[in-house]
C-alpha cells in the first residue's frame, strides 16, 4: 500500500473516532507534518473520500427514502447510470457483502 493511502486510513480514523480532532493533534499521532495533515484532509474531501455530515428529511407518511443493498459484477458501469435516474438521491460504490448502495424516494 502507498504510505499515502496509509496515512489517509490513518487521519479517516482519527477522524472517525473524534470527528473534532484538531489537525495538529492528527498530525502528532499520525507523524505527519501540520501542513501535510491538513494537505491531506483537503484531498480527502476533495475527491469525495470523506464526506461532511448532511442535512435530511425526516421520513413522513407522505415522505419516505429507501435505501437498496445491492450487489453487481461490473459496480462502476453501475454507478455511473444511476446518476441519470431523477428519483435517485443518493448512490454510493461499498465494500463487503454489496458494492452498491443507493437512496431513493
Same mark, same amino acid.
Given at each position: 500500500?502507498?504510505?499515502?493511502?496509509?496515512?489517509?486510513?490513518?487521519?479517516?480514523?482519527?477522524?472517525?473516532?473524534?470527528?473534532?480532532?484538531?489537525?495538529?493533534?492528527?498530525?502528532?499521532?499520525?507523524?505527519?507534518?501540520?501542513? =501535510?495533515?491538513?494537505?491531506?484532509?483537503?484531498?480527502?474531501?476533495?475527491?469525495?473520500?470523506?464526506?461532511?455530515?448532511?442535512?435530511?428529511?425526516?421520513?413522513?407518511?407522505?415522505?419516505?427514502?429507501?435505501?437498496?443493498?445491492?450487489?453487481?459484477?461490473?459496480?462502476?458501469?453501475?454507478? =455511473?447510470?444511476?446518476?441519470?435516474?431523477?428519483?435517485?438521491?443518493?448512490?454510493?460504490? =461499498?465494500?463487503?457483502?454489496?458494492? =452498491?448502495?443507493?437512496?431513493?424516494?
Amino acid at each position: 500500500m502507498k504510505q499515502k493511502t496509509l496515512h489517509f486510513h490513518r487521519i479517516y480514523e482519527h477522524l472517525r473516532s473524534s470527528p473534532k480532532i484538531p489537525i495538529y493533534e492528527i498530525a502528532s499521532s499520525t507523524s505527519i507534518s501540520r501542513n =501535510t495533515a491538513s494537505k491531506y484532509l483537503q484531498e480527502m474531501i476533495e475527491d469525495h473520500i470523506l464526506q461532511g455530515p448532511q442535512l435530511r428529511l425526516l421520513p413522513s407518511p407522505t415522505y419516505r427514502e429507501y435505501v437498496s443493498l445491492m450487489n453487481f459484477k461490473d459496480p462502476s458501469h453501475v454507478f =455511473t447510470c444511476l446518476s441519470g435516474f431523477p428519483h435517485v438521491l443518493y448512490h454510493a460504490m =461499498t465494500f463487503g457483502d454489496w458494492n =452498491t448502495m443507493v437512496i431513493t424516494d
